[in-house]
């Protein structure tokens, strides 16, 4: 590669080779501009926005005209005028890519151009920082542009209310950080009404520091998580209820569809001891939940069949093979079910209502774009994970900097050693140094040794990104010391004080090669900005975690052989391209194991997906009658075809069997007879007894009115949805757990990832059309339901942050008290009863 490098240019010099001839377009459009008034260089908003919308012109078309009017109007409100280098940025940006640009290059000036762009079809654009304040800053400066031109701005932070996030979102140009974008995506597929929802369809995404969000963090997930408190102790209830029934008298056993049931007499009995007047109502349907699973765990699953107790631990057994699948929960509740039977710990049920990762959310948009100064050595991942390729903008004026080999030296002591003895002669002359740590522990170290030599400095370990940014915007002043973890102050220009220059610019040390050669060159990049004078220097020990894991067994024998004093080093390009290729193995090895986990996560994402479609279908108000008759149709048909087979078992039993099954869900008890349905084939029992279904179903309708009808529906089914797939979150959480030990047993964990959690998915799918089925078929009017949520949200995290949940707004028209008496009629306090379900 390198050799074809040198005859045709690398990929990022062809392309940007390619792009010059439109940068020259906007250059001459540049007079032109200059002569309009404000009002007329305004209302080239106007003309664009028609042009796009409503003569069909596409985006590239006008993108010369719009980027000219940009950059003059950036001129007027804030007085900087887009270089060629910027302009060939934001091509690259709007084309769907990666620019990378050095420090110092205007990054945040550049995104104006694809930003209003993009902005002209009404669509929406978000500009995605790292944190809240860079968010803040960039909004608050770059909408003196926007709003020059006549578009909106909007910035989500994490104090927004649902109100101030929509208004937010509906602006042309809204920035925010990607935590903030990605929750909101998932509390929106959450809502229980259309109106709460907050974003709008996910269109264009330009994302600063591309790598440590598509990167850095890709390996964490965004969890949305919720109260389960109540759970674990009513599964132990359920049991010690069910376990007081007789068979035959309180519940029957369907081995062909591998589920309990309750008689006449055990549905009286559940009435009696949970004080509930109507079991089958759709009110009830937790206390349905908990007695089915109890009856399954203890009459249909079987132990050291389908699962063995090992050290105070369920675990399922492969009907298959029979080994043990450790780290997999059964779904939908039935595990925990087990656990309450056989007397062992109850784990908490699912307290994860929504999750996703970063790849996965930017992938949703319809177009992603980034920027960073670093992010060519990661250019296989972008192009793999992503779809994006990285293109190497050219500098505005070249670099000055001098970047110094390294310096290696035995022990750690000795290195910090001779830091503090480069920081303190440079402090003598007044050049600046900036010196980075991979740890904030590191740089605590490096500030106690400062102090006992009277040198006074800066200390920022990346916690306080409001005054981290004021006091790195100093680090260029005269005799300032800073001492900074790497991604401290990330996003913030380090300008050179009066008289540094003459003095060599900044000067940067790292006190330690970091795993991943991006964050070294960000640390150098933050010298040398637009052409200034500077320096970097790494100093390595043997004892540093990259070096004594992956770098030492080459070095090390050369410096035990040159008898290396702790103060002293060696400098050598043969070091630094050992350490070099260490960072790759890592960085190789770090890309595996996110490709490995993108694999689990595609599974998940792809159920995802379906649920959140069928979700919006519900929340749009889209009839959902059609989706109700099929599942009742495919209920019955599945029933007929596992109950009526050719089996030891004689007819009438077989039809009894079906008959008691599906009198529990939709085909009420003494409507149709053994003997009647002993004498049709399979067809025709499958015929008349949806016929019946269809009627009873219409008599439904009758009853409420066609428009109570369909919200029932809606209700029922979201509710059946939300509930599942909460339950499959965990289950699926579980599976990824100890799917790893499955190499072990020669099995490919991610194949058996996906083969398991597809039947899982499949499994939990029809649960959610019998849940659905039985709920409608029970429905009275006098107690319809009402939306509301299956967990109430308490907590949103990523990387292991807790931040407190934003308060959804719950619509219902009257809302009962906690110590109230519960509607229901039980006498208990509604705390206590049904407010047990409900927000």
């Keep these: 590669m390198g050799i074809i490098s040198k005859v045709f240019g690398s990929y990022s010099d062809r392309e940007v080779k390619r792009i010059k001839p439109i940068v020259d377009k906007i250059d001459a459009l540049g007079p032109e501009l200059e002569a309009l008034s404000n009002e007329e ?30 950059r003059e109007a950036a001129w007027r409100t804030i007085g900087l005028k887009h270089y060629r280098e910027q302009l060939i940025g934001g091509i690259v940006l709007h084309q769907g890519r990666i620019s990378e640009m050095k420090t110092g290059e205007g990054k945040t000036l550049v995104a104006t151009l694809p930003a209003y762009l993009n902005a002209l079809t009404g669509k929406g654009v978000h500009i995605v920082t790292v944190n809240d304040y860079l968010a803040k800053r960039d909004r608050d400066w770059m909408s003196n542009v926007y709003e020059f031109l006549g578009l909106t701005t909007g910035v989500i932070v994490h104090e927004l209310n649902n109100d101030q996030r929509r208004e937010a979102y509906n602006s042309d140009i809204t920035y ?9 995506y998932l509390r929106d597929n959450m809502v229980i009404y259309k109106e709460e929802r907050v974003q709008r369809k996910l269109n264009f995404a330009i994302v600063d520091e591309v790598d440590s969000i598509l990167i850095d963090e890709a390996r964490t997930p965004l969890i949305i998580s919720g109260a389960g408190e109540k759970s674990t102790e009513f599964y132990k209830i359920a049991d010690f209820f069910v376990k007081k029934l007789k068979f035959e008298e309180h519940y029957t056993i369907d081995e062909k569809a591998n589920a309990a049931m309750l008689t006449e007499e055990g549905v009286k009995m559940a009435e009696g001891a949970f004080q509930v007047q109507n079991y089958a109502d759709a009110e009830n349907m937790e206390l349905q939940h908990y007695i089915t699973q109890a009856l399954k765990a203890n009459y249909v699953m079987k132990r050291d069949k389908d699962y063995m107790v090992k050290d105070g631990e369920v675990i399922i057994v492969d009907e298959f093979t029979g080994r043990l699948m450790e780290g997999r929960r059964y779904s939908d509740g039935l595990h925990q079910a087990i656990e309450a039977k056989e007397g062992v710990k109850v784990e908490r049920e699912s307290k994860t209502l929504a999750t996703i990762t970063f790849q996965n959310y930017f ?51 000795g290195k910090f ?104 060159n960000q640390l150098r990049g933050r010298s040398g900005r637009q052409g200034d004078p500077g320096s970097s220097r790494f100093y390595i020990s043997l004892e540093d975690d990259l070096m004594r894991i992956f770098g030492s067994e080459r070095i ?86 596992a109950h009526l087979v050719n089996a030891e078992d004689d007819i009438d039993t077989q039809v009894k069997n079906l008959l008691v099954y599906l009198e529990d869900i939709c085909i009420p008890h003494g409507t149709f007879t053994v003997d009647e349905l002993a004498k049709l084939s ?73 083969f398991e959690g597809s039947n899982m998915f499949d499994e939990m799918i029809e649960n959610i059309k019998l849940e659905t089925v039985r709920m409608l078929f029970h429905v009275r009017v006098e107690k319809a339901p009402e939306r509301e949520r299956v967990a109430e949200v308490t907590g949103a995290s990523h990387g292991g942050e807790e931040e407190e949940a934003k308060k959804q707004p719950v619509k219902k028209e009257k809302k009962v008290g906690r110590n109230d008496l519960c509607p229901c009629g039980s006498g208990k306090k509604y705390k206590n009863c049904h407010g047990r379900t409900s927000i």
């Design 41 to 70: 260089l305004r209302a080239k908003t106007d003309e664009f926005k028609k042009r796009v919308q409503e003569d069909g012109e596409s985006l590239d078309h006008i993108l010369p005209e719009a980027f000219a009017v940009v």
């Design 363 to 413: 992938r949703i948009y319809e177009k992603l774009s980034g920027m960073t100064g670093t992010a060519l050595t990661e250019e296989i991942e972008f192009r793999e994970i992503y779809g994006l390729d990285v293109i190497v903008i050219p500098t505005h004026m070249p670099i000055a900097r001098m970047d110094h080999p390294d310096l290696v030296y035995k022990s750690e002591l």
């Design 556 to 641: 090390a024998p050369m410096v035990d052989k040159l008898g290396l004093k702790e103060d002293e080093a060696i400098e050598s390009k043969m070091v630094s391209k050992s350490i070099e290729n260490a960072q790759k193995k890592v960085e190789g090895n770090n890309f595996d194991i996110r490709k490995t986990l993108l694999g689990y996560d595609d599974v998940m994402n792809m159920q995802r997906e379906i649920i959140y479609k069928q979700r919006a279908e519900v929340l749009e108000g889209e009839n959902v009658k059609t989706e109700v008759m099929d599942m009742t149709r495919e209920l019955i048909h599945a029933s007929v075809d």
């Design 682 to 754: 399979n067809e025709e029992i499958k015929e008349a007894l949806l016929s019946k279904a269809n009627e009873i179903y219409a008599g439904k309708e009758l009853e409420f009115g066609e428009e109570q009808m369909r919200e029932v529906e809606r209700i029922i089914l979201l509710r059946a949805v939300d509930t599942k797939w909460m339950d499959h979150i965990d289950s699926m959480d579980h599976l990824k757990q100890g799917i790893g030990l499955r190499a072990y047993k020669q099995q490919d964990p991610t194949q058996a990832y996906q």
């Design 417 to 520: 050693m001779a830091v503090v003895e480069e920081i303190a002669e440079t402090y003598e002359t007044g050049q600046p140094v900036l010196v980075g740590t991979v740890s904030i522990e590191r740089s605590e170290l490096l500030s106690s040794l400062l102090k006992k030599r009277g040198i006074p400095h800066q200390v920022l370990n990346a916690k306080y990104h409001e005054q981290e940014a004021e006091i790195i915007t100093h680090a260029g002043e005269r005799g300032m010391v800073t001492i900074a973890t790497n991604m401290a102050g990330r996003g913030t220009d380090i300008k050179l004080g009066e008289g540094v220059t003459e003095l060599g610019g900044l000067k940067i040390i790292g006190t330690e090669r970091h795993e991943s050669r991006r964050i070294d």
């Design 176 to 184: 925010g950080t990607n935590n903030e974008f990605g929750f909101d």
